[in-house]
T-cell receptor
Framework: GENVEQHPSTLSVQEGDSAVIKCTYS??????FPWYKQELGKRPQLIID?????GEKKDQRIAVTLNKTAKHFSLHITETQPEDSAVYFC?????????????FGAGTRLAVHP | DGGITQSPKYLFRKEGQNVTLSCEQN?????MYWYRQDPGQGLRLIYY???????QKGDIAEGYSVSREKKESFPLTVTSAQKNPTAFYLC????????????FGPGTRLTVL
């Protein structure tokens, strides 16, 4: 089955700097990679996703890159703002069990300091 | 994601008690899921259901039970057999099991006293 590792576990940046979170996955058959943002005590919210037929996707200040050969994908946040502070989870879609199951990384706690 | 709700927001349980967490969605989604979230860990799948009256165990189903009598509802019971039930529980739904995107409810924080 799929295994997802996420680094770093915590990340502290100054407002305006960029932040990068990296994830690796084990199953080369995985083909969908979402990123969720979770503010304290709230539900995870999908912020961006990428499918295996695409190498990069961008949405305003957020971008995701995928390297299928190396089996890793990354979240890039530019011009960070205090409201970007949250826990970010990556995930990979595992369909080895006959249905689509999301396997989550352990999360990265991002703190953006004014 | 405003179409999926969970109640209560906070729940306290004494050891040895069963408790049931509610999850309701009005998104007309066929698939529903229950995840457990512990500090410093990602979400782990407890149970999932692809259709009414059908559900399957996820990765950590021991000590939990579910039912799916209605499309809109997927309650989770945390039984006394669950050795360490204190956690944040998240319900999610998707159009069907083949769909990529899952939408999460606001969560229930369960604390065992």
């Amino acid at each position: 089955g799929e295994n997802v590792e996420q680094h770093p576990s915590t990340l502290s940046v100054q407002e305006g700097d960029s932040a990068v979170i990296k994830c690796t996955y084990s199953d080369s058959a995985s083909n969908y990679f979402p990123w969720y943002k979770q503010e304290l005590g709230k539900r995870p919210q999908l912020i961006i996703d990428i499918r295996s037929n695409v190498g990069e996707k961008k949405d305003q200040r957020i971008a995701v890159t995928l390297n299928k050969t190396a089996k890793h994908f990354s979240l890039h946040i530019t011009e960070t703002q205090p409201e970007d502070s949250a826990v970010y989870f990556c995930a990979a879609m595992d369909d080895s069990g006959g249905y689509n199951k999301l396997i989550f990384g352990a999360g990265t706690r991002l703190a953006v300091h004014p | 994601d405003g179409g999926i709700t969970q109640s209560p927001k906070y729940l306290f349980r004494k050891e040895g008690q069963n408790v049931t967490l509610s999850c309701e969605q009005n998104l007309n989604h066929d698939a529903m899921y229950w995840y457990r979230q512990d500090p410093g860990q990602g979400l782990r799948l407890i149970y999932y259901s692809q259709i009414v009256n059908d559900f399957q165990k996820g990765d950590i189903a021991e000590g939990y039970s579910v039912s799916r009598e209605k499309k809109e509802s997927f309650p989770l019971t945390v039984t006394s057999a669950q050795k360490n039930p204190t956690a944040f529980y998240l319900c999610a739904s998707s159009i069907d099991l083949a769909a990529d995107t899952q939408y999460f409810g606001p969560g229930t924080r369960l604390t065992v006293l």
